[in-house]
């Protein structure tokens, strides 16, 4: 079981990263994390934050936006990634789920799996058993595997993306806002998926999270991130635990729950951006 205590093996390293958007906009401030392997870690933040930036700068998706690191670096298992094509890095161990879940809508739910294992060159036996490996833990998507993608649910949807990254075999999923958009039932079971995942085969995931909340229950390491700097950082129980974080974003205080009108008087006055 990953304890963030003794498991400090870390697997991905970011270091002090600043990304610059059309050559003018800068949206990341020097960031630094450290991914540590085996363990969930959630970046956590509202919208605009940085947290998809982050996650595109180490998944090489940003030049498709016009996005580039002009600083710092980036390390996966001590390797540099600095100017590796994405689907290289995928054959590497990393996978990014776009926030969005994006799916080819004109494809069947099984035929938009298979397009997970396209990298992969060890037979169509192995390929057969991680796709009913993704329908165990989405049985969901066993029943609704000859269903056109484009009709199917938001959190179908969802776990269709999330099984395709598990297609490709990665050691490492870079997660993007998993929540958004889903009912809170559906939002509980895919993330009990994401911590079975995580215990049970062995994957390592960074997911981008606006809802602190229940990223908190399940992450082991948390980085909150604010207008593209890491403001606050620790293990998942200490930030759970932390006034400033059960204040603003927890909407709690020592005296109970607060008002949401409360909570946004506390964006204005947080103590760590002073």
Partial sequence: MFDVRTDTETLLQVNNIEVIYNHVILVLKGVSLSVPKGGITALLGGNG????????SISGLLHSERGEITKGSITYRGENLAGRDPADLVKTGIIQVMEGRHCFEHLTVEENLLTGAYTRR???????????????????????????????????????????????????????????????????????????????????????????????????????????????????????????????????????RKSFRDVRSYRRRKRWLA
């Fill in 49 to 56: 934050a940085g947290k998809s930036t982050t996650l595109k």
């Fill in 122 to 256: 060890d037979g169509g036996k192995s390929v057969a058993d991680d796709l009913e490996m993704v329908y165990e833990y989405f049985p969901r998507l066993k029943e609704r595997r000859r269903s056109q993608s484009g009709y199917t649910s938001g959190g179908e949807q969802q776990m269709t993306a999330i099984g395709r990254a598990l297609m490709s075999r990665p050691e490492t999923i870079l997660l993007d806002e998993p929540s958004m958009g889903l009912a809170p039932q559906l939002v509980e079971q895919i993330f009990e998926i994401v911590q079975r995942l995580n215990k049970e085969q062995g994957v390592t995931f960074l997911l981008a999270e606006q809802n602190t909340n229940v990223a908190l229950r399940y992450a082991h390491v948390g980085y909150i991130l604010e207008n593209g700097r890491v403001v606050m950082e620790g293990s998942a129980d200490a930030l759970r635990e932390n006034p400033d974080v059960k204040e603003f974003y927890l909407g709690m205080s020592d005296k109970g």
